[in-house]
């Protein structure tokens, strides 16, 4: 009977031990590791004219356009356009995804919208650096129904969404975050 009992409480500890060890693995207790962003700016082994060249394929691509008229390719600046990425309920979330908006959680945002300058500087005839900075907005009515667009802090997810993308463009290697083989700029896959 002593032999039993022994037998049994042996087993009950190899099942405890076993169950133990197992849920141990199933529990985490720190939080995943997310990517720090790129340099911005980034260093690259690439002349400026073939940064341009790519930054201007992968816009068009997009259907971002790009605005001539404050663009400087010669200098290796292209600004683009307004570009209304998000309208209707959902646009608060979208906003405070990309931007700290003043007053934001008692506004009412309409739409948002942003614009990304990308600069591309020389370092030498073989590297150069790229350079991301985005101007994001809401746009809100007020009692008058007349809208106003209201500028926002960016929280960098833009800029270092669009560097991975054209650097990864331009490299031909993937530097997303999540590592998809897919190039992303908001909704847009290159």
């Known amino acids: 009977m002593n032999q039993l009992k022994t037998h049994l ?20 207790f720190d939080k995943p590791k997310s990517e720090p962003p ?15 060249e790519m930054t201007r ?6 259907a971002i356009p790009v605005n001539e008229d404050l663009s400087k390719a010669s200098e290796g600046k292209i600004v683009t356009r307004s570009v209304v990425f998000t309208r209707g309920v959902t646009t608060k979330n979208d906003l405070e995804h ?43 009515a007020d009692a008058m129904n007349s809208s106003q667009w209201i500028d926002g802090q960016s929280t960098g997810l833009l800029e270092d ?5 054209l650097a990864s463009k331009i490299l031909g290697i993937d530097l997303s975050v999540n590592k998809s083989n897919k190039r992303r700029i908001l909704n847009c896959e290159f």
């Open 9 to 28: 409480c042996a087993c009950a500890f190899l099942v405890l031990l076993l169950c133990s060890v197992e849920v141990h693995a199933q529990l985490r």
């Open 98 to 140: 990309l931007a700290t908006m003043p007053a934001g959680e008692v506004r009412n945002w309409q739409q948002a919208r942003y614009v990304l300058e990308i600069t591309a500087l020389p370092l030498d005839g073989k590297r150069s650096q790229i350079l991301v900075t985005a101007r994001i907005q809401g746009k809100i």
């Open 57 to 62: 394929d992968v816009l068009k691509t997009c």
């Open 38 to 52: 790129l340099e911005n700016p980034y260093t690259i082994g690439v002349p400026r004219e073939k940064i341009v």
């Open 161 to 165: 969404q669009v560097m991975r993308g």
